[in-house]
């Protein structure tokens, strides 16, 4: 990892209010998706994760518009977990 310091004006835009997903794995390879909107935080999005994953794996995303061509995709940027299929 490569920490630095940098100029808290450099990013445009700001998000208040993402939108996450979680997928759950089970060990059969079985998967649950869930979408988590008007979330406070990221906390409290990984205090639901433990409150829900009995047992499983979790990937834990926040979804974001990715302009390719010209065109509004959803894309997911992961913060935990394996990478969601």
Not at 43 to 54: A, D, G, K, Y
Not at 71 to 78: C, D, F, I, K, S
Request: include cysteine.
């Amino acid at each position: 990892m490569i920490a630095s310091n940098v100029d808290p004006r450099y990013a445009d835009e700001q998000d208040l209010s993402p939108t996450y997903r979680v997928d759950f794995w089970s060990a059969d390879g079985a998967s649950e998706e869930w979408r988590l909107v008007d979330v406070k935080d990221v906390h409290e999005v990984f205090e639901w994760v433990s409150s829900n994953s009995r047992g499983r794996e979790a990937s834990v995303c926040v979804e974001y518009s990715n302009l390719i061509g010209g065109q509004g995709n959803t894309a997911l940027l992961r913060l935990s977990g394996p990478a969601p299929a």
